[in-house]
């Protein structure tokens, strides 16, 4: 055990004592979540110039619905209510009266976005009111450089649905006010569940939730432990790997055994995570604690990731340290790189449709199979809908046994790779190395 003590001592300080550690623990959240950060710093920067849309209404009905709502959404929503500043483009609308040579004029129009007069033209169909069978004549066609992802385009869709709809009462014979009061349009509002106070015993009314809290939590804990992986596991194939090639190995190798030196790189590895972990979640819990936030720390959560981040360093890192110990040359490294991480990526690949569904047997089945129980099983405990107490202890135990049969896997792998020489690593010698030695 002192050897081992020794060598983890000497990996962890290797890594945490240098300016690389340092950066890494500054620019790996700026990479994992750049785009979140890049919008968050650059609000209020967008283009507020106004947008300028020419209508081309063959129904004559909707022009003026639509320049109505451009107004009234230009004189509340343009400038910020406090300070005055603009903070949106204000979107103007031109109206077009339809001629003859339809084609010819909807060339001209598109001309004239190229050119950047306008910034799109909408096209009105006739029967819009009413369609027919030939859908065409109903259509209703929205024209720009970038039309998919559009604002307008899509604030557009609600403001002509709706005066369509206050027409065709209006044909009935509702009034107006009858028909705006039919059409309110009264959105559900995300609240959690009533609860008791477990002092007072007072009914507690449900607190209101949003999208980003609801993801918020679950994610950052899921990549945090994926940032963690890749600090501390990934780093061990190359590190054995440049100490088997610089015959560091055979010299280490003279004072204890195989499995002690898999388990001082493993253990290094581990503290160098753990350490990463801690700055990051002490980190958190300040800064929200500062802003005032501290309802979306999630404490109970805490003990869980470092739980499974340790089994999940543990499993993944004996195996990328094995794996290491059977390479000759960085292009062996490359080729056995995506089978070691394969506990890791997978859960990468499928973590939105188990937070959206956290509860679904294709969630929980997939979360209670060892290799990927780390990763999933966390996003799930995080998830507003909660998932059965069971399962997490469950999914614990799983991969405990799991991590303890990786580590015994991984050993044997390591005994026979560290000193072979020559050779690629062909996976049925490394699967030989490990189930006969």
């Known amino acids: 055990m002192r050897k081992i003590l020794r060598l983890l001592k000497r990996e962890y300080l290797a890594a945490v004592k240098t300016k690389g550690f340092i950066i890494m623990l500054v620019l790996m959240p700026i990479l994992m979540g750049g785009s979140g950060i890049a919008m ?4 209020g920067q967008v283009d507020t110039s106004d947008k300028k849309v020419a209508v081309l209404d063959h129904s004559g009905i909707l022009t003026e619905a639509v320049f109505s709502a451009a107004e009234k959404r230009n004189n509340t929503d343009v400038f910020d209510k406090e300070t005055g500043k603009k903070i949106r483009p204000a979107w103007r609308f031109e109206k077009v009266t339809p001629e003859t040579d339809i084609r010819e004029q909807k060339l001209n129009l598109s001309n004239r976005i190229r050119q950047g007069e306008l910034h799109a033209f909408l096209e009105i169909g006739p029967d819009v009111l009413h369609p027919k069978e030939d859908l065409s004549t109903a259509k209703i066609g929205y024209h720009s450089k970038n039309a998919a992802i559009d604002n307008i385009r899509g604030w557009l869709n609600g403001t002509i649905n709706n005066e369509l709809r206050k027409l065709r009462l209006l044909e009935t014979g509702v009034p107006r006010s009858e028909a705006d009061a039919i059409l309110f349009w009264n959105e559900p509002q995300p609240l959690g569940l009533v609860s008791v106070d477990s002092e007072t015993g007072a009914i507690q009314e449900a607190r209101r939730t949003n999208e980003a ?20 596991a990934m780093p061990l194939m190359q590190s054995t790997m440049e100490e088997k090639l610089q015959r560091i190995a055979e010299v280490l190798l003279g004072s204890m055994t195989p499995f002690e030196f898999m388990a001082g790189k493993m253990l290094g590895g581990l503290f160098v995570a753990l350490t990463g972990a801690s700055v990051y979640v002490a980190g958190a819990v300040i800064i929200l604690r500062r802003l005032g936030l501290a309802q979306l720390i999630p404490f109970h959560m805490i003990p869980w990731f470092f739980a499974f981040l340790v089994l999940e360093i543990i499993m993944v890192g004996s195996i990328l340290a094995a794996f290491g110990s059977a390479c ?9 790189t995506f089978p070691a991480m394969f506990p890791v990526f997978i859960p990468m690949f499928i973590f ?13 089945y997939l979360s209670l199979f060892p290799p990927f129980t ?8 995080a998830a507003p809908a909660g998932i059965p107490a069971w399962q997490p202890w469950a999914g614990l135990v799983g991969v405990l046994l799991f991590a303890a049969f990786s580590v015994w896997l991984g ?9 072979m020489q020559g050779g690629p690593p062909k996976v049925g010698k490394i699967i030989r190395w490990a189930f006969r030695g």
């Open 352 to 364: 939105m449709p188990v937070l959206q569904e956290p509860n679904a047997a294709f969630a929980t």
């Open 328 to 336: 000759n040359d960085p292009k062996d490294a490359q080729n056995l």
């Open 40 to 43: 968050y710093l650059l609000r």
């Open 374 to 381: 780390p990763m999933l099983m966390l996003i799930r405990m």
């Open 213 to 232: 809290e609801a993801i918020l939590v679950p994610v950052i804990l899921f990549f945090l432990m994926f940032m963690m992986v890749m600090m501390g």
């Open 411 to 419: 050993g044997r792998i390591f005994r026979v790779g560290i000193l």
